[in-house]
Structure formats: C-alpha cells, structure tokens
T-cell receptor, first 112, second 115 residues
Framework: ETGVTQSPTHLIKTRGQQVTLRCSSQSGHNTVSWYQQALGQGPQFIFQ???????GRGNFPPRFSGLQFPNYSSELNVNALELDDSALYLC???????????FGEGSWLTVV | AQSVTQLDSQVPVFEEAPVELRCNYSSSVSVYLFWYVQYPNQGLQLLLKYLSGSTLVESINGFEAEFNKSQTSFHLRKPSVHISDTAEYFC?????????????FGSGTQLTVLP
C-alpha cells in the first residue's frame, strides 16, 4: 500500500477531447509527479509539482498540464487528445527531501 | 542527462532456478538506483533501492541488487524464483543529490517463471 490513489482507473476518450486524471497522495507528500507508460514501455516523466508550482518537466507538449492542491491531491489535464496519448498514466509522490518515490495504481486512458 | 538500459526484454526461467535481470545506466553525476516491479494491470511497486553505503541491497522477498560504479550496473538477482515472481521489472535512476528527482526508467524486463 503506497498511499497514492488515482481515479478513474479506466476511461475511453475520443480524439480531440480533453481529459482530467486525479491523484490523491499521503499527508506530507508535497511533491507529486506524473508519468506516462505506453504499452510495452517504461514510464516517461511528464512533470513534477512542488508546493503547487511546476518545478520540472519532461519532453511533453504544453497540452499536458497539471495542478496540485494544498490537500495533497493533484490533477493531470490533457487537451486535444491524440491516439498516441493512449497509455497508463501514473501518479507518484514523495515527501519534501524524500528519496523514495511512491506510485499509484494508474489510470488507463484509451483514445479512439 | 541520464539513461537506463535493460539488456533483456524477456527472461523465462523455471521455478526454483536462479535469475539475474541486468541493468546498466549512464550518468555524469552521482545517482540513486531503484528497481520497481509491476504485476499485470497494476502500478509500480518499489522492490529495492540504492542510495549510498553498502553496494549490496536486499528486498524482503529474496531479491538483491549490487551497485557497481565502475561498470555502471545495478543488476537484480534472486537465487530461487517462485511462480509469483512473474511480473515486469523496471530499473530506474534519479539524480543522487539531496532528495530524489524525477526517475528515468529502462524499458523493462518481463520475468516469466515456468512450472
């Protein structure tokens, strides 16, 4: 049990639509990051939030955006969905100064 | 920049046999190293980690990994595998200064334990 919960677990969207994925972390985990895991590949870092500000970003376009809230929850938003956005999206969190990152179960997104 | 190479995409092995999953990394700075396991249709679970100190680290379920700085490797081993060890295993690296930064993952190794 990592204490990181994500919703929804599965969803299907149409190309061009927008999607919001949600994550709830443990109390005290004020650093949250999101990863995209395409089928058969390792997770790829999307971005990281610390104290509600983005402080790191991977090689993803601006249509991938996020929010972090004071209650240790966060969101990943993806606009103008493309077929290649179909993947497992993983939320991960850690404490300030922590050196271990804990992952949620993920949200499976299928774009048709 | 960091990168991780997992040399074997699939490793089939018979139950109770030993196994080694290989991982090599490249980085110009000191690193933290991790192994995560992913069971079918689940998220990632931390298996073990190297931060500093002893180069041999162990997990509670019999896996161990050894950090080899000269060979830039962090291979995962288990002397006797069980059917329940069947899963995808990911090696990951983060910058090793202060708190862990974002993880860079390898492409994964599917371990299949055969009866």
């Amino acid at each position: 049990e990592t204490g990181v919960t994500q919703s929804p677990t599965h969803l299907i969207k149409t190309r061009g639509q927008q999607v919001t994925l949600r994550c709830s972390s443990q109390s005290g985990h004020n650093t949250v990051s999101w990863y995209q895991q395409a089928l058969g590949q390792g997770p790829q870092f999307i971005f990281q939030y610390y104290r509600e500000e983005e402080n790191g970003r991977g090689n993803f376009p601006p249509r991938f955006s996020g929010l972090q809230f004071p209650n240790y929850s966060s969101e990943l938003n993806v606009n103008a969905l493309e077929l290649d956005d179909s993947a497992l999206y993983l939320c991960a969190s850690r404490t300030e100064g922590g050196n271990t990152i804990y992952f949620g179960e993920g949200s499976w997104l299928t774009v048709v | 920049a960091q990168s991780v190479t997992q040399l074997d995409s699939q490793v089939p092995v018979f139950e109770e046999a030993p196994v080694e999953l290989r991982c090599n990394y490249s980085s110009s700075v000191s690193v933290y190293l991790f192994w995560y396991v992913q069971y079918p249709n689940q998220g990632l679970q931390l298996l073990l980690k190297y931060l500093s100190g002893s180069t041999l680290v162990e997990s509670i379920n019999g896996f161990e990994a050894e950090f080899n700085k000269s060979q830039t490797s962090f291979h995962l081993r288990k002397p006797s595998v069980h059917i329940s060890d069947t899963a995808e295993y990911f090696c990951a690296v983060s910058r090793g200064s202060g708190s862990a930064r974002q993880l860079t993952f390898g492409s994964g190794t599917q371990l299949t334990v055969l009866p």
